[in-house]
C-alpha cells in the first residue's frame, strides 16, 4: 500500500492517467506496426508523386480541407509507411489525452471513471481503418481536433475570466472552422457541442429552463454561424465532382422520395446506434478471429493481460488515495449515459443523410469514427450505472481485452496484405528490369486481396519504374466482369482520376497473376502458361496478355525500398522469375542453372505451371530426361498442360516436337 502511494504521490494522479492511455493504446496498435505498409487509398501520396499533380488538386473534386491537411503531412512524413503509422497512432492517442481533459472537466473528481473513458475512447473496435495510416490520418486528425474543440469550449465556458474565455473561444472556433473540411461528416459533433455547453453550465446559478437555454444559445451560436456556413457552402456553393459527396444528387433524391428515405434513415439509425456502442466490441473480433494464426492468438492473450494489468495497477494506485469512486448516490454516472447516448445518435445522423451507414465489411466500418466519443461516455457511464463498484473495473477491462484482440487481429490481416503486395512489387522486380511505356496492367490477386481500383496498382509500378516522370507511364485498370470486353477489344479511353489524365490502352496489355499466397507472381504469355488456380477472368482475359511488354534487357530502375522494405529472402520464387526473365532472352544455360541451384536450396515450385520454363530449357539443350521429369509434373494437372500444348502443338521444331510428344495427345 504505501509503495502505491509513493508511486501516485510521486509522479501525480494526472500523469499516470495519461501514462495509462498511451501505453494501452500502444498495446492495441503497435506491436506489428513494424510490419504494417500502404492500402487502397494510401497510394494517393504516391499518385500525387509520380503524376506531378498535388494532393491539393487532387482533393479539390471533393474534399479541399483534407488535401491542404494531407499535403502538409505528406511533406513531413515522406514515403516511409512506418512515419505514416506512427504518426496515426500519435494522433488517436492524442485525440484519447484531449478526451481525458474534457472528460475530467465535466466530471471533477471522478479520476478512475474519466481515465477509462479515455482509455476506451484509444482501443475503440468498431473502427478498423487504422492500418491505413496514410490516407485515414486525415480523419483521425479532424476528429482530435474536434475533441479538442470541445473541450477548449468546456473550459471556455467554465473560466471565471473573460479574457481567457474569449482566447479560448477563438482557439476552438478556428478548430471547428478547420475539421469538417477535412472530413465532413463530422459536421454533427456541433450538436455534441451544444449538448455539452449545456451540461457545464448547470452547475452556474441559472435559475429556469430558459435562462439556462438562453446562455447556452449565445455560447453555442458563433459555432453554429461557422457550421452553418460551413453546411451552406458545401450544399449550394460547393460542387463535387464525386458523386458519392455531391450533395445537390443526395437532395434530388431525397425530394423525389421523402417517405421512403425518411423509413429507410430511421431503421438505419437504429441500426447504427446499437453496432457502433455494442456491435463494434463483439462482431469485428467475430469475423477477424476466424482465419487468424495460432500464434497471434497468444501474443493478444499477452497483450490483452497486459492492458489488464495495467488498469488493474492504475485503478489501485487511484484507490489509495481518496476515495472518488466510493459507493454513493452520483448522476454523473447517468449524465454520461445520456450525453453519449445522444452524442451516438447525432454523430452518426451526417452519415445516415448521406445515404451510408455503418457496417463491418468492405471498409464501412469508417463510418464509426466520429462517434468515438459518445460511445465512451455511453459505456463507461452506463456500466457505473448498472455493475456494482467492484465489478466496474472488471467489466471495462474486458471490453478494453476484447479491443486489443480485435486491433492485433486486424494488424495481422493488414500485415498479411501488405506482405503480398511487397511480394508481388518484388517479384515483378525481379521478372522486369523494365516494362514498356504506355503499357496497362492488369494485376489479379488471390479473391481477399484484390485490388479494388487500377490507382493502386499504376502508382506503386510508375513509381518503380518510372519515379521522375509524369503523367502517368504505366496504367493499371481492374479486371471485372465491365472491363473484360474492353481488355479482350483492345479498346483505347481517356481516364481521369482525381484530375490526373492518361490514355489506358488494352492493345498494350500485360497480365501478372497471383493466383494464391503460396503461388509465384505469372507474367502471362497469352493463355498458354495459366495456373490451375487461376479465376476465370484472368483465363478470360489471358489472350490479350503481351509479354512482350517486358524489356529484358538493360538495368532496372532503383527499387524504392523506403516504400517496400529490404529485399525478401531468394526463395523459389526469386529463381523463377529470374529463370522466366533468362527464357525471354532465350538464355537457356543461365535457365538450367537457376533451376539447379534453387534444387540444391532445397526450393521446389508449388505450382506446377512454374516448372514450364525450365522444362522448355532442356528441351532446348537437348536434356530429354530432365524434361520428362518436368513433364510428368506438369501432366498431373490438365489444365496447364492443355495450355502448354497449344504453345507446343503449332512448334514444328524439334522443341516443339518433344513438348508435344511429352505433354500431348497428338492426333
Given amino acids: 500500500m504505501n509503495g502505491a502511494l509513493t508511486i501516485r504521490n510521486r509522479l501525480g494522479e494526472p500523469w499516470l492517467a495519461v501514462c495509462l492511455v498511451v501505453f494501452v493504446s500502444a498495446l492495441a496498435f503497435l506491436p506489428l506496426v513494424t510490419e504494417l505498409g500502404f492500402y487502397h487509398d494510401d497510394w494517393f501520396t504516391t499518385a500525387s508523386r509520380v503524376s506531378g499533380t498535388p494532393l491539393t488538386l487532387m482533393h479539390s473534386i471533393d474534399r479541399p480541407g483534407m488535401g491542404v491537411l494531407y499535403q502538409w503531412v505528406s511533406d513531413l512524413l515522406g514515403e516511409a509507411p512506418i512515419a505514416w503509422h506512427l504518426f496515426a497512432w500519435a494522433v488517436r492517442t492524442a485525440g484519447g489525452l484531449a478526451f481525458l481533459w474534457l472528460a475530467r472537466m465535466l466530471w471533477p473528481g471522478q479520476n478512475l471513471a474519466t481515465s477509462l473513458l479515455a482509455v476506451l475512447y484509444a482501443v475503440y473496435p468498431g473502427f478498423l481503418q487504422q492500418p491505413s495510416a496514410n490516407n485515414y490520418q486525415n480523419h483521425l486528425v479532424a476528429y482530435s481536433l474536434s475533441i479538442l474543440s470541445l473541450a477548449l469550449t468546456v473550459k471556455a465556458v467554465r473560466s471565471p475570466r473573460w479574457p481567457v474565455k474569449i482566447i479560448l473561444t477563438v482557439l476552438a472556433l478556428a478548430a471547428a472552422y478547420c475539421y469538417p473540411r477535412v472530413y465532413e461528416a463530422m459536421i454533427g459533433v456541433e450538436a455534441l457541442r451544444f449538448v455539452l455547453i449545456w451540461y457545464t453550465l448547470r452547475g452556474e446559478s441559472l435559475h429556469g429552463f430558459w435562462k439556462r437555454a438562453g446562455i447556452s444559445m449565445l455560447w453555442f451560436t458563433p459555432f453554429l454561424l461557422v457550421a452553418g456556413y460551413f453546411i451552406y457552402y458545401r450544399l449550394f456553393i460547393f460542387e463535387s465532382q464525386r458523386i458519392s459527396v455531391d450533395a445537390e444528387s443526395l437532395l434530388a433524391q431525397y425530394s423525389q422520395n421523402i417517405i421512403g428515405m425518411g423509413g429507410v434513415l430511421i431503421i438505419n439509425w437504429i441500426k447504427d446506434f446499437f453496432e ?27 497483450l490483452g493481460l497486459a492492458a489488464f494489468l495495467l488498469i488493474l495497477v492504475y485503478s489501485r494506485l487511484v484507490r489509495t488515495g481518496r476515495s472518488e469512486d466510493a459507493e454513493q448516490a452520483s448522476s454523473w454516472a447517468r449524465d454520461a449515459a445520456i450525453i453519449g447516448a445522444v452524442g451516438v445518435l447525432v454523430t452518426l445522423l451526417p452519415v445516415l443523410l448521406s445515404r451510408r451507414d455503418v457496417q463491418f465489411r468492405n471498409y464501412l466500418d469508417r463510418y464509426t469514427i466520429q462517434s468515438i466519443l459518445p460511445t465512451a461516455m455511453l459505456l463507461v457511464g ?62 489479379q490477386m488471390p479473391p481477399a486481396y484484390r485490388y479494388p481500383e487500377g490507382f493502386e496498382v499504376w502508382a506503386p509500378a510508375n513509381r518503380i519504374y518510372y519515379p521522375d516522370r509524369n503523367p502517368p507511364v504505366l496504367t493499371a485498370e481492374v479486371l471485372n466482369t465491365d472491363t473484360l470486353g474492353d481488355v479482350l477489344n483492345g479498346e483505347v479511353s481517356k481516364r481521369n482520376f482525381r484530375l490526373i489524365e492518361f490514355d489506358l490502352d488494352f492493345r498494350n496489355t500485360l497480365i501478372l497473376s497471383l493466383p494464391t499466397a503460396e503461388s509465384c507472381l505469372h507474367a502471362l504469355e497469352r493463355d498458354y502458361e495459366l495456373s490451375r488456380w487461376d479465376y476465370d477472368l484472368t483465363r478470360q482475359a489471358a489472350p490479350a496478355s503481351r509479354i512482350d511488354r517486358i524489356v529484358p534487357e538493360g538495368e532496372a530502375p532503383s527499387f524504392p525500398t523506403v516504400i517496400f522494405g529490404r529485399e525478401p529472402e531468394h526463395g523459389w520464387c526469386y529463381y523463377y522469375q529470374k529463370a522466366d526473365l533468362a527464357r525471354q532472352r532465350n538464355d537457356w544455360q543461365e535457365v538450367v542453372r537457376l533451376g539447379e541451384e534453387a534444387a540444391n536450396n532445397g526450393l521446389a515450385a508449388v505450382d506446377a505451371i512454374e516448372w514450364a520454363p525450365f522444362f522448355e530449357a532442356y528441351l532446348h539443350l537437348e536434356r530429354i530426361e530432365e524434361a520428362r521429369e518436368l513433364a510428368e509434373l506438369i501432366r498431373k494437372t490438365p489444365p496447364i498442360y492443355e495450355g502448354l500444348c497449344r504453345k507446343y502443338l503449332p512448334d514444328s521444331t524439334m522443341v516443339g516436337y518433344h513438348a508435344a510428344q511429352m505433354l500431348c495427345e497428338l492426333p
Fill in 382 to 443: 452506463g456500466i457505473w450505472v448498472i455493475v456494482r463498484s467492484k465489478f466496474r473495473v472488471a467489466v471495462i477491462s474486458a471490453l478494453v481485452i476484447l479491443a486489443v484482440f480485435t486491433h492485433l487481429f486486424n494488424s495481422a490481416n493488414y500485415a498479411a496484405n501488405w506482405d503480398l503486395q511487397r511480394q508481388v512489387w518484388w517479384q515483378l522486380y525481379w521478372r522486369a528490369p523494365q516494362i514498356e511505356p504506355g503499357t496497362a496492367l492488369i494485376v
Fill in 276 to 302: 457502433t456502442s455494442l456491435g463494434a466490441w463483439f462482431i469485428p473480433i467475430y469475423q477477424l478471429g476466424l482465419g487468424v494464426r495460432v500464434r497471434y492468438f497468444f501474443l493478444a492473450i499477452g
